[in-house]
């Protein structure tokens, strides 16, 4: 009867650390995934001919798409350089959360507000949300908004749809 308990206790030890070694081998594999592949990662599942470069007969899904981005020099292959002096993907490593905008920064304000261009944000040019609630953010009162003023400004509040509250 002990042994059989023994025996047991030791079986479910082994499956708990193979399950447990499993998963962690599984989530190494994700994180291996994630980001963009070598070249020589690419090579070894799309260079059919083995020639050190990628035609687009030979590649497939994004790379596949963006061909003739990537191939800058236009001889109709993709080498290691080209690869790696694709611009990588803008837009969502930036955003915080899937769905939300981000807030400007006072410069990209700056390019579509100030009409005059004094590196301030008067009333007058002020439109929108920054029309509503200039006087909340201009703090010194002295009628313009600066890179400090916007930059300290409470973050408006939102209702749900993204409007503002």
């Known amino acids: 009867m002990k042994k059989s308990i023994v025996k047991k206790g030791f ?3 082994a499956f708990i650390t193979l399950g447990t070694l499993q998963a962690n081998a599984q989530q190494g594999n994700r994180e291996e995934r994630k980001g963009r592949p070598s070249f020589e990662q690419l090579l070894e599942k799309m260079d059919t001919n083995n020639d050190g470069k990628l ?5 497939k899904g ?5 061909f003739d981005k990537i191939d800058t020099n236009k001889d109709g292959f993709i080498t290691k350089e080209e690869l ?10 930036n955003s915080k ?3 939300k905008k981000s807030r400007l920064t006072f410069e990209q304000v700056l390019d579509k507000k100030d009409t005059n261009k004094d590196g301030l944000i008067s009333k007058e040019e002020a439109k929108g949300p920054l029309e509503k ?3 909340k953010i201009d703090t010194d009162n002295d009628g313009f908004i600066n890179k400090d003023e916007f930059e ?13 509250a």
Not at 55 to 59: D, G, N, R
Not at 62 to 66: D, N
Not at 84 to 93: I, L
Not at 152 to 162: D, F, I, S, T
């Open 97 to 99: 959360k899937k769905g």
């Open 11 to 13: 079986l479910a030890i």
């Open 84 to 93: 790696e002096n694709t611009p990588k993907k803008k837009g969502k490593k």
């Open 133 to 135: 609630h200039f006087e």
């Open 62 to 66: 994004p790379i596949e798409k963006h």
């Open 55 to 59: 035609s687009k007969e030979e590649t």
């Open 152 to 164: 300290n400004a409470p973050k408006p509040e939102r209702k749900k749809g993204g409007r503002e």
